[in-house]
């Protein structure tokens, strides 16, 4: 069964930064399939972030242009999603998928939360 891996999710403060990475295996990596980067964020639809074409463009939605960049490495058959200046609303579970032949393959996705933490309470007393 073709499974894509994805990682790099975590727990992130507004204006950080991370990398995700999608293992995908060599049985369908193409530099003509189309590989995108999608995300499902607490009670929402899964909605489209970034993709590389099947002509090798790169497209963005609106939400991350800018912010976000597509990446992928033939050498080792993996496609990246560079994330700078996050938000909260960029908080979301990330899936990768590849287009092959007629077939549309996913990951199991990886969680990406973007918030300040609940903190620590610092007491200064004489």
């Known amino acids: 069964q073709v499974q894509l891996v994805e990682s790099g999710g975590g727990l992130v403060q507004p204006g950080g930064s991370l990398t995700l990475s999608c293992a995908v295996p060599q049985s369908i990596f193409s530099r003509h399939a189309p590989m995108a980067w999608y995300r499902q964020g607490p009670g929402k639809e899964r909605e489209f972030v970034a993709t590389f074409t099947s002509g090798g463009s790169r497209t963005y939605a609106d939400a991350v242009k800018g912010r976000f960049t597509i990446s992928r490495d033939t050498t080792t058959n993996t496609v990246y999603l560079l994330m700078n200046n996050l938000t909260p609303e960029d908080t979301a579970v990330y899936y990768c998928?590849?287009?092959?032949?007629?077939?549309?393959?996913w990951g199991k996705g990886t969680k990406v939360n973007v918030s300040w933490g609940q903190g620590t309470q610092v007491t200064v007393s004489s």
């Open positions: 998928s590849v287009q092959y032949r007629e077939s549309v393959y």
